[in-house]
């Protein structure tokens, strides 16, 4: 193997700084949009899913049983915020479970407002249909809109 060759002159050392100085930015380059806002409301039958969390998927994490791309709360109102979405056509899972998951303890009337209170995933729980959990049989997906809503069905 050569080894590298530096120029001896000035200009043509400058040149090569130069430029990869410009390449510098481009080594940190990832494919998720870490300033991209996407928002969106999801309903069932009608009305909005009050609890739960929504998580999108590339491809390979969805067909490899991964962790998701991203994964956020589902707002009493039905809505979500998230950021960081990598680009292309996402497959996306909501689930509500851990909304009847977070309900106080029954028998507990004085603590279950200031239990309500403090965790806002505890609100009224909804069941849906089990295909939503999974990406990969939700026929939900995400591809690049600022703003996306969820439409569930039976």
């Known amino acids: 193997m050569r080894p590298l060759h530096v120029p001896d002159s000035l200009p043509a050392r400058l040149t090569v700084a130069a430029v990869l100085l410009l390449l510098l930015p481009l080594a940190g380059c990832t494919t998720r949009k870490k300033d991209v806002v996407v928002t969106g409301t999801i309903t069932y039958k009608g009305s909005p899913v009050p609890g739960g969390s929504i998580a999108f998927y590339t491809d390979a994490e969805s067909a490899q049983s991964q962790p998701p791309a991203a994964k956020t709360q589902i707002n009493p109102d039905g809505t ?7 680009s292309g056509t996402l497959k996306v899972a909501v689930e509500t479970e851990s909304a009847r998951k977070a309900a106080p303890p029954p028998g507990a009337p004085a603590a279950a407002k200031e239990y309500m209170s ?23 997906t995400y591809s690049g809109e600022p703003t996306k809503d969820f439409t569930l069905t039976d």
């Open 118 to 140: 403090k965790n806002p995933n505890a609100q009224k729980y909804v069941p849906i249909p089990p295909k939503y959990r999974d990406p990969n049989a939700s026929g939900l």
């Open 80 to 86: 979500y915020r998230v950021t960081g979405l990598p």
